[in-house]
T-cell receptor, first 112, second 117 residues
């Protein structure tokens, strides 16, 4: 079955430093979504990428979808304490109904 | 706030007991999903409804698990003869039908934390 892996599992950064998390799928994806889960909270949708090589920006967040549609990354510029949480990628497979396969997440800690 | 509601927030039960969780999706959403999340892991798909029809079930979903969405609105997830391995956060999510073949944006509830002693 489809597997989605994320690295790193944990990342501690000083406030103001940049942060990147990487997502890799064992199969070609039809699309990829990113979610953020604050400590004690539930996953909240951030963005969806659909096209090969797509890049989308949301303020300090930059999302990329690989050319082969098997990998993705999320980059945060100049982290703030409000960025704390776990970031999950979730891949949608071709031919699948509406399932998403979530990665195990990257837990970001921002030190003030 | 008309987000996804889940009840109860926490459930502690003894091994072998049955438990039932409820999810009320966003009212105009016709799709409803159940996911399970354990500590340090991402949400794991369990099952999915479109209106009242259960369209997909994970192969990981044992016969002890059953879900219903009788009128296409709220849903219940029942676990029979609970085991310690069932301890997890059970998340419900809802969405509307996507215009394309891609996946929809999921709106998650706050989850029900199940602890089986």
């Amino acid at each position: 079955g489809q597997q989605v892996m994320q690295i790193p599992q944990y990342q501690h950064v000083q406030e103001g430093e940049d942060f990147t998390t990487y997502c890799n799928s064992s199969t070609t994806l039809s699309n990829i979504q990113w979610y953020k889960q604050r400590p004690g909270g539930h996953p909240v949708f951030l963005i969806q990428l659909v096209k090969s090589g797509e890049v989308k920006k949301q303020k300090r967040l930059t999302f990329q979808f690989g050319e082969a549609k098997k990998n993705s990354s999320l980059h945060i510029t100049a982290t703030q304490t409000t960025d704390v949480g776990t970031y999950f990628c979730a891949g949608g497979a071709r031919g699948s109904a509406r399932q998403l396969t979530f990665g195990s997440g990257t837990q970001l800690t921002v030190l003030p | 706030d008309t987000g996804v509601s889940q009840d109860p927030r926490h459930k502690i039960t003894k091994r072998g007991q049955n438990v039932t969780f409820r999810c009320d999706p966003i009212s105009e959403h016709n799709r409803l999903y159940w996911y399970r999340q354990t500590l340090g892991q991402g949400p794991e798909f369990l099952t999915y409804f479109q209106n009242e029809a259960q369209l997909e079930k994970s192969r990981l979903l044992s016969d002890r698990f059953s879900a219903e969405r009788p009128k296409g609105s709220f849903s219940t997830l029942e676990i029979q003869r609970t085991e310690q391995g069932d301890s997890a956060m059970y998340l419900c999510a809802s969405s509307t039908m996507a215009q394309t073949s891609t996946n929809e944006k999921l709106f998650f509830g706050s989850g029900t934390q199940l602890s089986v002693l």
